[in-house]
């Protein structure tokens, strides 16, 4: 990270970040709660931050670094055609702190014959 942290740096960081899923919750909402604190301090937008918060920060980049990594197949009814499902469920999941809440919601799909490739 080049030059001072500021609030404007925090977030601009932060929003760079297209999660419609949920996948990365883990490693953004630390992210989104720090700037929440900074806002709870009435720190300017271009007011340099603390060096503990700064510090706190640097620790969360090095989580962000490692997300670019992670990829995750997904596919719906991948060579199935509608009529050829024998079951389907929905799974939903939802969790709350007094920091944070959140929920997803899958389906899977179980066709009646076995499709041989992967998705």
């Known amino acids: 990270m080049d030059g001072t942290l500021t609030k404007r740096k925090l977030l601009s960081i932060t929003a760079r970040f297209y999660d419609p899923l949920g996948l990365l919750s883990p490693v953004i909402l630390p992210l989104k709660c ?3 604190e900074i806002c709870w301090l009435k720190i300017g937008w271009d ?3 603390s060096e503990e918060l700064s510090s706190r920060w640097k620790e969360l980049l090095e989580d962000m ?18 009529g050829d499902i024998k079951s389907s469920q929905l799974y939903g999941f939802a969790d709350a702190s007094k920091s944070a809440y959140g929920g997803n919601v899958y389906i899977t799909v ?6 041989l490739h992967i998705c």
């Open 65 to 82: 670094e490692r997300v670019s990594s992670i990829a995750v197949p997904r596919c719906i009814l991948d060579g199935v055609e509608v």
């Open 34 to 36: 720090m700037f929440q």
């Open 110 to 115: 179980q066709p009646l014959i076995p499709v």
């Open 47 to 49: 007011e340099a931050l």
